[in-house]
């Protein structure tokens, strides 16, 4: 059983960054792409950014192209996302997520096998 544990969050102003960490434990991991997702108040849940197992491989959201930047350590089994340029409406709890398949067409879905429990990020204005 894959575990998600985020870290990062917090208060920042229009036009400040945050990076938000990502670290997953449990020894099926390996093959795992792995993601994030925010959920602003009142909202669905969204998909954001993901990367492949490989790292190779990497999508975002149209609104945070240019933005945001995902990447992983897989030695240290963890998923990072550096957010620059922070809006208002960047605001919301930000989740991590993993599963074994990766895509686009799948991962803006968002029917993966584990989540992490959140972090509140809020970009003030």
């Known amino acids: 059983q894959v575990q998600l544990v985020e870290s990062g969050g917090g208060l920042v102003q229009t036009g400040g960054s945050l990076r938000l960490s990502c670290a997953a434990s449990g020894r099926t991991f390996s093959g795992y792409a792995m993601g994030w997702f925010h959920q602003a108040p009142g909202k669905e849940r969204e998909f954001v950014a993901g990367i492949s197992w490989s790292g190779g491989f990497t999508y975002y959201a149209n609104s945070v192209k240019g933005r945001f930047t995902i990447s992983r350590d897989n030695a240290k089994i963890t998923v990072d996302l550096q957010m620059n340029s922070l809006k208002p409406e960047d605001t919301a709890v930000y989740y991590c997520?993993?599963?074994?398949?990766?895509?686009?067409?799948?991962?803006?879905?968002?029917?993966?096998?584990?989540w992490g429990q959140g972090t509140l990020v809020t970009v003030s204005s």
């Open positions: 997520a993993a599963d074994p398949k990766w895509g686009p067409s799948f991962w803006i879905k968002g029917y993966l096998e584990v």
